[in-house]
């Protein structure tokens, strides 16, 4: 089980053609890239573990990207994590073809939106 108080979202922007992914971790954000770019490479036949496709790639292709922090995410689950990424990627334009969690109308979401989502 993983620290989820050191949980952030961030995003990947291609500077080419301005398409964003945005994801969620708590890991060292470079450490997140290099995995990433591994998972590109084994989708490309370049590294001999083969992976399947992954919306990430849209933004990696042309190898012209930056990848960013958004926000700090202090949480206590895994869970917690995916809902408010999938919160970023319901209000934002972007690559990603599918969220992490289904959101449904409940206590935790409606939590998750008032603690990192005010206004």
């Known amino acids: 089980m993983g620290n989820y108080n050191k949980a952030y979202i961030y995003g990947i922007k291609c500077n080419k053609t301005k398409g964003l992914y945005i994801g969620s971790s708590i ?3 470079q ?6 770019i591994t998972d590109l490479r084994g989708y490309l036949g370049i590294n001999p573990r083969p992976r399947c496709y992954r ?3 849209e933004v990696l292709m042309n190898n012209d990207y930056e ?3 958004i ?3 202090p949480c206590e689950s895994k869970e917690e994590l995916e809902i408010v ?3 970023y990627i ?3 334009v972007c ?3 599918r969220l992490p969690r289904k959101l449904k109308n409940d206590e935790l979401v409606q939590k998750m939106i008032n603690n990192h989502f005010k206004i």
Do not use: A, G, Y
């Open 85 to 87: 990424e999938s919160l």
């Open 95 to 97: 690559v990603n073809k």
């Open 90 to 92: 319901n209000n934002n």
């Open 67 to 69: 990848m960013f922090k």
């Open 31 to 36: 450490t997140r890239l290099t995995k990433h």
């Open 55 to 57: 919306s990430s790639f």
């Open 71 to 73: 926000c700090d995410v």
């Open 27 to 29: 890991e060292p954000i």
